[in-house]
């Protein structure tokens, strides 16, 4: 089991900077992956970012562009998405997820644990 609590969202205006962290608890030495994934109202949920926590191999959605930036802290069971140059269409919950094996990272349904999500607003 694993539990996961995401933190750092908020309101900033566009081309301004946010720091989402998840912090990891319960089985973490067993992680194989975490990923970031974002819903806007109305839309599907969508792939941002993906790390391993064993060698911290990286995965980002096209349109972040550069923007984004995943790392991990495995002493701390957490992992983190920098996000710069923000744009309204950033406006998000933005969702942390993990399991102990993933074959596509990019797909929601591969992930069996979920933070419960964080708001990002941005601001034009």
């Known amino acids: 089991q694993l539990q996961l609590i995401e933190s750092g969202g908020g309101l900033v205006q566009a081309g301004d900077s946010l720091r989402l962290e998840c912090a990891a608890s319960g089985q973490t030495a067993n992680i194989f992956i975490m990923g970031w994934f974002r819903q806007a109202p109305g839309k599907e949920r969508e792939f941002v970012a993906s790390i391993t926590r064993s060698g911290g191999s990286t995965a980002y959605a096209e349109f972040v562009e550069g923007r984004f930036t995943s790392s991990r802290d495995n002493a701390k069971n957490a992992v983190y998405l920098q996000m710069n140059s923000l744009k309204p269409e950033d406006t998000a919950v933005y969702y942390c997820?993990?399991?102990?094996?993933?074959?596509?990272?990019?797909?929601?349904?591969?992930?069996?644990?979920w933070g419960q999500g964080t708001q990002v607003t941005v601001s034009s």
């Open positions: 997820a993990a399991d102990f094996s993933v074959r596509r990272s990019q797909f929601p349904n591969e992930y069996k644990y």
